[in-house]
């Protein structure tokens, strides 16, 4: 089974603080993505990466970015956390192009990590 | 461009009752379509897809969904419903000419099966 892995279910931090939520993933996953997740809002995409030091911006990117220096690793960055960016973050991975069924390929969630910012 | 939505923000049913969480989506070819569960403080967790072929889809947990092409909708099912089926559903779309471009989610709707 995939399993994707992130570091911390809940954070607490204040607000201006740099803040780092680290996603593993275990089953050499080229695609990676981070969601926020907020009430009646649904998901929505963050940024995502395709590839080893490649990244794309999502639906909302402002206020994020992201790192990912190595393949199983996608880690999202609240430059200067404020009280909006308070939410629940899921991060999810799946195949990638290289495989023709990656297009339907299912994605796979970690458990999320639940940050408060006061 | 794609999308999709799911009508309803809550679905109550009694147990042993069928139930059915509805979706509908907008894609310029066809459709990738597929539903996940979100159990409380949990990820999501994929339950079923649509590709191509047979309409009705059958996924885990007993849950089935259909596709109708002609109402671009991608209803999710279940004849008899569980207290344990309590969670909230989301529908998702992809463009078959989109290529390797990210999942369109809907909102997600809440699903609660009264003992």
């Known amino acids: 089974d995939v399993k994707v892995t992130q570091s911390s279910r809940y954070l607490v931090k204040r607000t201006g603080e740099k803040v780092f939520l680290e996603c593993v993933q275990d089953?050499?996953?080229?695609?990676m993505f981070w969601y926020r997740q907020d009430p009646g809002l649904g998901l929505r995409l963050i940024y995502f990466?395709?590839?080893?030091?490649?990244?794309e911006k999502g639906d909302i990117p402002e206020g994020y970015s992201v790192s990912r220096e190595k393949k199983e690793r996608f880690s999202l960055i609240l430059e200067s956390a404020s009280t909006n960016q308070t939410s629940m973050y899921l991060c999810?991975?799946?195949?990638?192009?290289?495989?023709?069924?990656?297009?339907?390929?299912?994605?796979?969630f970690g458990n999320g990590t639940r940050l408060t910012v006061t | 461009a794609q999308s999709v939505a799911q009508p309803e923000d809550q679905v109550n049913v009694a147990e042993g009752n069928p139930l059915t969480v509805k979706c509908t989506y907008s894609?310029?070819?066809?459709?990738?379509l597929f539903w996940y569960v979100q159990y409380p403080n949990r990820g999501l967790q994929f339950l079923l897809k649509y590709i191509t072929g047979d309409n009705l889809v059958k996924g885990s947990y007993g849950f089935e969904a259909e596709f109708n092409k002609s109402q671009t909708s991608f209803h999710l099912k279940k004849p008899s419903a569980l207290v344990s089926d309590s969670a909230l559903y989301f529908c998702?779309?992809?463009?078959?000419?989109?290529?390797?471009?990210?999942?369109?989610f809907g909102k997600g709707t809440r699903l609660s099966v009264i003992a």
């Open positions: 999810a991975s799946s195949l990638g192009a290289r495989y023709s069924s990656s297009y339907n390929s299912p994605l796979h």
């Open positions: 894609v310029s070819g066809n459709p990738y």
């Open positions: 089953m050499d996953h080229e695609n």
């Open positions: 998702a779309v992809r463009d078959w000419n989109s290529g390797n471009t990210p999942l369109v």
């Open positions: 990466s395709y590839d080893v030091k490649m990244k």
